[in-house]
């Protein structure tokens, strides 16, 4: 089975704090994504890697930065946490076998988050 | 119009019935389809991926493809009241290496004892 885990079920940080939200997964996943999960907005995707050292923007980059240096874990970074990152985090890998991914994504247990 | 499009429900069906499940989606030439149960205050789990038109089915799970309609269906048979949850569905974009899914807002289903 896939396992994906991530640092911290909650949280709760200050506004202007740097936060650090670190992802792992055990299965050998090339694909590594982060998303956070408002209610009525759904899941919208900050950024994601397909290799180490890599990154793409997703929807919603503003505001976050990440970090890939080995292949099982991806961190996302709040450089200066607002009270509108207030959310869920969800992170989740995917394979790609011979260049061709299956797009099948597995989720960690989530980060809820508190800026206050 | 949103790429991938669910009625919020909340959907409440009567435990032993058929839940059914509707997603419609805009971009015509997606390729990959998938749905995620997801429990209040948890995160999602994959429970159907369906790549040909047609039905899949896994356990009380079916899975309905129509391309041509551009919906995908998600049926649960003999429903239970661990099936209360929020469904997400899941399309993969169809540019070239495109790794990326867009997820719909979900529906939530109640199953009623």
């Known amino acids: 089975d896939v396992k994906v885990t991530q640092s911290s079920r909650y949280l709760v940080k200050r506004t202007g704090e740097k936060v650090f939200l670190e992802c792992v997964q055990d299965?050998?996943?090339?694909?590594m994504f982060w998303y956070r999960q408002d209610p009525g907005l759904g899941l919208r995707l900050i950024y994601f890697?397909?290799?180490?050292?890599?990154?793409e923007k997703g929807d919603i980059p503003e505001g976050y930065s990440v970090s890939r240096e080995k292949k099982e874990r991806f961190s996302l970074i709040l450089e200066s946490a607002s009270t509108n990152q207030t959310s869920m985090y969800l992170c989740?890998?995917?394979?790609?076998?011979?260049?061709?991914?299956?797009?099948?994504?597995?989720f960690g247990p989530g980060t809820r988050l508190t800026v206050t | 119009q949103k790429e991938v499009e669910q009625n919020s429900g909340p959907l409440s069906v009567p435990e032993g019935a058929i839940a059914s499940l509707n997603c419609t989606y805009s971009?015509?030439?997606?390729?990959?389809f998938f749905w995620y149960r997801q429990y209040s205050g948890k995160s999602p789990e994959l429970i159907m991926s369906?790549?040909?038109?047609g039905d899949k089915e896994d356990g009380r799970f079916t899975a309905q493809l129509n391309k041509a309609s551009q919906y995908v269906s998600l049926l649960i048979r003999d429903s239970q009241p661990s099936d209360s949850a929020t469904y997400l569905c899941a399309v993969n974009p169809p540019n070239f290496g495109n790794e990326k899914l867009t997820f719909g807002t979900g529906t939530r289903l109640t199953i009623i004892p």
């Open positions: 890697s397909y290799d180490v050292k890599m990154k």
């Open positions: 989740a890998s995917s394979l790609r076998l011979a260049g061709v991914s299956s797009y099948e994504q597995y």
């Open positions: 971009d015509r030439v997606s390729q990959s």
């Open positions: 299965m050998d996943h090339e694909n």
């Open positions: 369906i790549y040909s038109n």
